[in-house]
């Protein structure tokens, strides 16, 4: 769900002017996590370049979103070949078991 600013409406997810160029603020905390998230691109991006099952790159990544918001989930699904269902990624996602099809 979209954080909100205090004039309700979605806050912008653009860096202020106060943020450094890589997107932090300069903390501790900030700079951690903006090298995790740059750590977890890097490592996904390599598990694809060698041809890792897609399943392998997309766990990578849905590691780094839930390890920085823990109350997030998610699930990734690729079309058929006819664009006419969804078929889940199993074993790349963290998405609830009632979720999945049977």
Do not use: C
């Not at 060698?50 to 918001?69: G, H, M, N, Y």
């Not at 969804?86 to 999945?100: K, M, N, Q, V």
Request: aromatic residues 4%; neutral net charge; proline residues 7%.
């Amino acid at each position: 769900m979209a954080e909100k600013s205090q004039n309700g409406r979605a806050a912008s997810r653009v860096p202020t002017a106060s943020a450094g160029p890589d997107g932090t603020n300069g903390s501790p905390t900030s700079r951690s996590r903006y090298e995790n998230r740059m750590r977890a691109r890097a490592d996904a991006f390599r598990m694809a370049i060698e041809r890792a099952p897609l399943d392998i790159s997309l766990e990578i990544l849905s590691r780094a979103v839930t390890d920085e918001v823990p109350e997030a989930r998610t699930a990734f699904y690729v079309a058929g070949l006819n664009i006419a269902r969804l078929h889940p990624i199993r074993g790349a996602d963290d998405a609830l078991e009632s979720y999945a099809p049977s």
